[in-house]
């Protein structure tokens, strides 16, 4: 499982969430499929800035529930220790671990 933050094009709004698919989950923000298509959709928050895999679910839902009680600053803080200069992670380049 996987908890990951997306930010619009601005770098004003950030979306916390998890999948068990990334890859499937990040094309359904994209394309406004489902429920993933509401809030980000709504905002544009479909880039990748940062992830981090989780071993079970439950650990994932306590690991987003964490970080969206979090400040902006702190949030912002995590990112930047991951990927300090806040590029999009492209899914494409990525190996097939993850």
Known sequence: MYVYILINPAHTV????????????LYEHSNGLGDAGKFTGLYQTNLLIY??????????????????GWT????????AVFNPTWTTIDPATWSDDL
Do not use: H, V
């Open 14 to 25: 950030l979306y916390i969430g998890i999948a068990n698919d990334l890859q499937r989950r």
């Open 72 to 79: 902006r600053a702190k949030k912002e803080a995590l990112i």
């Open 51 to 68: 992830f981090e895999l989780c071993s079970a679910p439950i650990q994932a839902i306590a690991r987003e529930k964490q970080l969206k």
